[in-house]
């Protein structure tokens, strides 16, 4: 399969816009801000070395830089517009862990949720 550069950018674009979402459905209380960090960076890299495989683009570094810095500004992009529009005082990325199996109760926030610390 080889995707001409338009074709190639509207996979980083929808891929890149998508994630925050899987990501918050995947996301579990316990996690740690690092552990979330680690695992949207090792998503970025998958996603762009994906997009960049079935790219009709030349195979060097040049290419796979820019497919990362594509795929990690709308990743980021997304999430900041996600976590800002809000349904009812909960952002999108909120109700995208809310309604997934695994996911805080809307009443309750993430440390709330974990029970007492250092009980």
């Not at 190639?8 to 996301?27: E, F, I, R, S, Y």
């Amino acid at each position: 399969m080889n995707l001409d550069p338009g074709q190639t950018m509207a996979l980083t674009a929808v891929a890149g816009v998508l994630w925050p979402l899987v990501q918050a459905a995947l996301d579990k209380p316990y996690w740690t801000a690092g552990r979330r960090r680690a695992i949207t960076l090792a998503a970025i890299v998958v996603l762009a070395a994906g997009s960049w495989f079935v790219s009709a683009y030349p195979a060097n570094a040049q290419a796979i830089v820019t497919q990362v810095a594509a795929v990690a500004g709308f990743v980021l992009g997304a999430f900041n517009v996600l976590k800002s529009l809000k349904i009812n005082g909960v952002s999108i990325i909120d109700w995208a862990g809310l309604v997934t199996p695994g996911g805080v109760e809307r009443d309750k926030g993430k440390h709330e949720a974990d029970g007492p610390q250092g009980a």
